[in-house]
């Protein structure tokens, strides 16, 4: 939904242009995202009310376990409100039915729980050896989600302190202590090397017998990948390689999946995919060509620096009805293949690692996604402090110059560059914004139309994004919800059926 990418994939995905337009396909298209986040706070709900019943081995060990689950319930309502704005605030593990909460009520209880969350935990740094505890909470990530938590709340609903439950508040003080408590103590640092955090570096020896050939024009060492060497990466959602037709797809990394290129060859480094989530030319021009990140995080499909093969025919290859094609690509997160000569195969780098038995582009994929990535701690904190510490931190592993004095306007490029393609910018420009000047962001996000792009093959322009203040920037709530709500539920402002702008293949 961010200025950055569009919806792409094939003429017939019509749900990623959609949600990229801001319309709809469906009265019941985000029902899948909704009913899921209730199910994970009905879980964290039934733990936390049966916190006292098993016998613990330590006041530790359940103190743990009740944070985890705080944490857990605190990011499912983090991610809800943002989406859907308010949302019903059910803190009990039994059947409700109650209109939507007030944002403040929701705000408090997750500021509540993280709180809670951060008293409980164990102060332990991480270590290498810790690795297997990525996919679990601890107080560091708690420390940095309160952050996330209370810029989004102080920015967008435009207020100076975050509320808790029976009175009180989070003042930007004690974030900031929060943050430099995970700065100092918690043991997770910046990596040296921005392009090792992606699984593209590993196209190289060992790992692969060709090498990728951007790896060669710009030399660094493979991939720190994710057994304990990346200290980064602070929380991540752990795949496995269970995925199949016949248990469930979702063990693996479909998100990866979503973004590869359509049927392009995959005799190649970038493997293939749904073709989703492609580049808008926009953020190409406005980065920097002096900054590695660009390059490090864009493939550009005509450069001859990535060694993409002519046969790619960008504009002349409907690649399987590529939409929304632009030429450029993220390669965060995307299907990664390596190249092994005794076979003269090629396939995706988690078959190898993860001694997968049979490769299939569809699940192979096992890449981690981050959730929290620890310079995005350094970024908060800059943020929080207007200083330049923890910018010039991430601009030196970037090879930039420090900036002398703190900026919002460097703040926001550096958010934008450094998280690209992370799930940050959508909620980063609401917040900045705030709900009483959503018209501002209206006029941004409707700046996207006009991008020339490919569609099928076709040479047009961008279909035509709606983005409207109306609906504070939200989403719909599933009217199935509605219904079964009885109308105790009522529809996001903007979203009410009849009223919804639905996707349609036309271009403007």
């Known amino acids: 939904m961010s200025d950055d990418r569009f919806g792409g994939g094939g003429d017939n995905d019509q749900d990623p242009r959609a949600i990229c337009d801001f319309k709809i396909t469906g009265q019941d298209m985000y029902w899948g995202a909704w009913s899921r986040y209730y199910t994970g706070i009905f879980r964290a709900n039934m733990v936390l009310q049966n916190i006292d019943k098993p016998t613990w081995d330590s006041d530790a060990q359940k103190g743990n376990a009740q944070a985890q689950a705080l944490f857990l319930r605190a990011m499912f309502y983090f991610d809800l409100s943002r ?22 009520q929701t705000y408090a209880q997750i500021a509540s729980d993280l709180k809670q969350a951060i008293e409980l935990f164990p102060s332990t740094p991480y270590s290498s ?68 955090l992606w699984p593209y570096s590993i196209c190289q020896a060992p790992a692969s017998d060709s090498t990728y050939k951007y790896l060669t024009v710009h030399p660094t060492q493979p991939w720190y990948g994710e057994t304990g060497a990346n200290a980064e990466t602070m929380y991540a959602l752990k795949f496995s390689t269970y995925a199949s037709w016949g248990t469930s797809i979702y063990y693996s990394n479909q998100m990866d999946l979503f973004y590869g290129w359509r049927r392009y060859n995959y005799s190649s480094f970038m493997g293939d995919g749904w073709g989703m989530g492609t580049v808008n030319k926009q953020l190409w021009d406005a980065w920097p060509d002096g900054d590695l990140r660009k ?37 965060k997160y995307r299907p990664i293949n390596v190249y092994k000569k005794a076979a003269n195969d090629w396939h995706n780098y988690s078959v190898d690692a993860y001694g997968l038995t049979a490769k299939n582009f569809q699940l192979d994929n096992m890449q981690d996604i981050v959730l929290i990535r620890y310079a995005d701690v350094l970024l908060m904190h800059s943020e929080l402090t207007q200083t330049t510490a923890g910018i010039n931190k991430v601009r030196e592993r970037a090879g930039l110059a420090d900036t002398a004095s703190y900026t919002f306007a460097d703040l926001q490029s550096e958010r934008r560059f450094e998280l690209a393609f992370e799930g940050q910018r959508y909620y980063d420009l609401l917040r900045w914004t705030g709900k009483s000047h959503l018209a501002d962001l209206e006029t941004l996000l409707n ?48 979203w009410e059926t009849g009223t919804a702008p639905v996707y349609s293949l036309s271009f403007k």
């Open 447 to 494: 700046g996207e139309n006009g991008t020339p792009t490919f569609n099928n093959g076709v040479w047009g322009v961008k279909k035509g994004v709606e983005f409207r203040a109306i609906t504070g920037g939200f989403l719909q709530i599933p009217n199935k919800e509605i219904a079964l709500s009885q109308g105790v539920l009522v529809q996001t402002p903007g």
């Open 295 to 331: 390059r490090a995080s864009i493939t550009y499909v005509n450069d001859p620096d990535e060694g993409v093969s002519t046969t790619y025919a960008l504009g002349t290859d409907v690649h399987d009805k590529q939409m929304d094609e632009t030429g450029y690509w993220q390669k």
């Open 83 to 104: 989406m859907f704005g308010d949302v019903p605030l059910i803190t009990e593990a039994k059947p409700m039915n109650i209109p939507r909460t007030p944002a403040e």
């Open 129 to 196: 050896a810790s690795y297997s505890e990525m996919g679990r909470a601890n107080k560091w990530n708690a420390e940095a989600l309160m952050a996330r938590v209370f810029l989004f709340y102080t920015g967008y609903y435009e207020t100076a302190t975050l509320p808790l439950v029976g009175g009180g508040s989070i003042a930007k003080a004690d974030v900031i202590t929060w943050l430099e408590d995970c700065r100092d103590n918690s043991g997770y640092m910046l990596m040296p090397n921005f392009r090792r």
